[in-house]
């Protein structure tokens, strides 16, 4: 079984996270791309993003795991977000 599996299963995506969950997602999230998984890992960071928007610190992993699966597109957004973040605190 691989790190990633079952991270995110059915109730827990019905459930409002909290900012600990999301935390914990993201640590989740950082062991998965450390081994490779990194289309699991960008699951698990979006959910992280869509329950915590201003998660800077998954916005920023987001960029560089899409930058490195070659989603360029994807990573200029997630960067962008990121950025954006850093000039609204």
């Known amino acids: 079984m691989s790190i990633g599996a079952g991270v995110l299963n059915r109730r827990e995506t019905r459930q409002a996270p909290t900012n600990q969950d999301a935390d914990r997602y993201f640590k989740k999230a950082l062991e998965c791309a450390a081994v490779g998984e990194f289309t699991e890992a960008i699951d698990t960071l979006h959910y992280v993003t869509k329950s915590c928007p201003d998660h800077l610190q ?6 560089m795991l899409y930058r490195l699966v070659g ?3 994807m990573a200029v957004l997630c960067a962008e977000t990121a950025k954006h973040l850093i000039k609204t605190k």
């Open 71 to 73: 989603n360029k597109k």
């Open 58 to 63: 998954a916005w920023t992993a987001k960029a």
